[in-house]
Every structure is written in C-alpha cells, then in structure tokens.
C-alpha cells in the first residue's frame, strides 16, 4: 500500500474507487465498507482508496476535550494494508479544509484531482463544511456511489465509540471481536522499555496484558501516560 499526503503531486490513479473518514479504529463496520472499496476497484480494473484525516476534526475544531483515539494515522496505517487497500491518502485536515463546502470538496478533490469513478459511504456519512453534505447530494453529483448499512456483531452496533468503551473497561476480547482484529499499539521504546504513546491514543487500564509484540508471544504492562514492555530501543508493533 502507498500512503499518499495532502492532494498535490498525486500519482495518476486510474478507476478510482474511494472512501472518505476518520475511520477510527477501522473496525468491522469499516472492513465491510472497505472490502467493498477493494473489490469493486478490482472490477473496474482500477485502485482502492481510503482517504482519511491528520489531525482528527475534533482536534482542528477545537472540539479535542476528552478525545480518545483507537489508531493512530500509523496503526491505521498498519490495519489497511492487511485489508489489501492499494492507497491511504492523508487529508491535512487544517482550518481551511474544515471550511470547504461539500460541493467544493467534491468538484475540486475527488473529481478534480483524483478522478474518482465510484465512492463508498457508511449509512450515516456526512460532510464539508458543517456536514452539510449527504448521501442524497452525493448521488447527483457525478459519481456513482454506494451506500453500506449499519453492521451488527452479535446483535451489537459495531462503532467506534462503543469499541472505546469496551477498550475504557478491559474488555479487550469483546474489543477485538468488535474491531474485526487486535488492538493495534504502535511505538518506539527507550532503552528502558517504556513506550510513551500519543496523548491521544487510548489505552485499556493500567495492568499487565498478554501480548504479541513484533509478531512474538510476549507481556506488557499498561502505566499512566504509556506502556512497559521488555523490549529496550525498537520500533513496535505490539497487538492485544
């Protein structure tokens, strides 16, 4: 996967097939709609886009108190490239882009520079400018898009916030099966095995969990402000 920053100098992407959110925790409400993306640019003998967002909305519209993220645009990273998606482009979501009407965002991006043929929304997407636009103005603006229903694990709504919540209680299996994968951590550690993590990365109460740590079998203790684990000075990839 090619992970792709901002819309200038793109490469020519040819029967693009798009999605667009902060896809937080790319769960499996997400992987539906993204193997959706996957496959039908497969048909079209194109590319599979998945277009996010750097930093979370909140964050740029000062909305941030209280913020809790499931991935980190690293870890999201990580979890789109084993669902096969051919590009991850980065939005700069910065106070300018915040400001774009949906029309705007639409003609000049989507259309303009990236060609897309056909986008792929979740059941309730909105956006541009104060979400003022929808399903129904996406579906007269030129692009063929299909829209993906709500999606239910064991008559539980898969979404973000619920998954934080499961996560906020160490309830990491329940997490896990929700997300559709393992909870994602990536970082660095020092020479003491301490990982600081991003301040708003969520983390399951402090405590000690079993885990795998660049693909081995291992342990990690869970701290105020990061993690411990018995790798000194290594980028990680630890999965709960």
């Known amino acids: 996967m090619q992970t792709l920053f901002g819309f200038d100098n793109l490469p020519v992407i040819e029967h693009a097939v798009a999605t667009v959110g902060s896809y937080d925790g790319v769960h499996l409400g997400h992987k539906v709609l993204i193997d959706h993306v996957v496959e039908r640019a497969k048909l079209r003998g194109g590319k599979s886009i998945v277009l996010t967002f750097e930093p979370h909305p909140r964050i740029t519209l000062g909305k941030a108190d209280g913020l809790k993220l499931l991935t980190t645009v690293e870890e999201k990273r990580i979890i789109l ?5 051919d590009y991850m482009l980065i939005i700069p979501f910065d106070k300018a882009f915040s400001q774009l009407s949906h029309d705007t965002f639409i ?14 929304v979740g059941y309730n997407h909105r956006f541009g400018h104060n979400k003022s636009g929808d399903y129904d103005y996406l579906s007269s603006s030129g692009i063929e898009v299909t829209r993906i229903d709500q999606q239910l694990v064991e008559n539980n709504k898969v979404s973000s916030t619920i998954i934080r919540e499961t996560i906020e209680r160490g309830d990491i299996i329940l997490a896990n099966q929700l997300l559709g994968h393992t909870y994602v951590i990536k970082g660095r550690s020092d020479n003491g095995g301490f990982i600081a993590t991003d301040s708003y ?6 405590g000690c969990y079993r885990a795998v740590v660049n693909g081995l079998e291992s342990e990690i203790s869970v701290v105020d402000g990061g993690i411990h684990c018995q790798e000194n000075n290594r980028e990680l990839t630890i999965e709960l």
């Open 81 to 85: 490239e084993r669902l096969g998606v």
């Open 107 to 120: 003609r000049d991006y989507l259309l303009a520079k990236l060609h897309i043929e056909e986008l792929v």
């Open 201 to 206: 990365k969520l983390l399951p109460p402090a």
